[in-house]
């Protein structure tokens, strides 16, 4: 079984679990209560890439690239270089077809909610560009008694229709079944709100966010999700898509995403 770090913050309020296997935050939870959607059937600790947690998405955000839906890191053993109670700090190497890249996952569990900072060096001799994402699945009661708040003024491509420009909506995204949506250059700060509770989703670096869910007829293709549990989940993507990221020889990139429950 590969290695799961075990965090808790400070305070207590929060633990959350790191899988190696793809630098994966499995779970996060706070005051007991679980934050992040994993499916029932998805073995969190087992050598495969289920639709749950936060899957790292490098060096290609789904099919923005040449290569692999979605890249290669997520499903392939990272190496822990610091573990401590409350924060880690992973890295993996890429070389050849895929780039020359060393990219590091480090998550730093706070006592209302876990920062995830990524970062890739170009450790090649000439310029590589990639996209990539922290592919985030939040945990919800019900799709259908969701909000989104922050996207209104932003444009979107709708991935379900071929990436079609869609003007903005002015807003709030209400009830997000079967949505696949690009939003480009979007607000530093989201919230998710749910009748139970809210969470502020902040990222920096990533230009973009995805804002997924499958809605009952796609979640039946994925054979980890079991019936109904695509209501009980919508993936908010911190992402760099719009435009894909060159980095000259030596230089990093960095991205963030910090999520944040809310008082009630
Ligand atoms: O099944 P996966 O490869 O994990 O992809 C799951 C989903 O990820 C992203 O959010 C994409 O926007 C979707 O188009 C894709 O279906």
């Known amino acids: 079984m590969l290695p799961i770090l075990e965090l808790r913050s400070k305070g ?44 790292v998405l490098f060096p290609q955000f789904g099919l923005f690239g040449p290569g692999r839906k979605h890249g290669v890191v997520r499903d392939r053993d990272w190496r822990v270089e610091e573990q401590g109670e409350s924060s880690c700090l992973l890295r993996t190497r890429l070389r050849g077809e895929d780039g020359d890249f060393d990219v590091f996952l480090r998550v730093d569990l706070h006592d209302d909610g876990p920062d995830l900072s990524f970062s890739a060096v170009n450790v090649g001799t000439q310029s590589q560009s990639f996209t990539a994402g922290l592919h985030t699945y939040l945990r919800v009661p019900n799709i259908e008694t969701t909000l989104l708040e922050g996207l209104e003024a932003v444009a979107y491509e709708d991935a379900l229709q071929n990436l079609t420009p869609v003007e903005p909506a002015w807003v709030p995204l209400t009830a997000p079944v079967n949505v696949d949506r690009v939003y480009v250059a979007t607000p530093r700060r989201l919230q998710l709100r749910t009748p139970d ?43 760099q898509i719009r435009p894909p990221v060159t980095l000259g020889p030596m230089d990093t990139w960095y991205g963030t995403q910090k999520i944040r429950r809310l008082a009630a």
Do not use: Y
């Not at 980890?224 to 989940?233: P, V």
């Open 197 to 239: 509770f809210a969470l502020l989703l902040e990222q920096s670096g990533f230009h973009d966010t995805v804002v997924w869910n499958p809605g009952p007829e796609i979640a039946k293709t994925f054979a980890d999700l079991n019936d109904g549990e695509w209501r009980t989940f919508l993936c908010v993507e911190a992402a």
């Open 12 to 55: 207590g309020r929060s633990t959350a679990r790191v899988s190696s296997f793809g630098a994966r935050l499995i779970d996060w939870t706070f005051e007991g209560q679980p934050h992040l959607f994993m499916p029932q059937a998805g073995a969190a600790d087992e050598m495969v890439a289920p639709h749950g947690g936060v899957p």
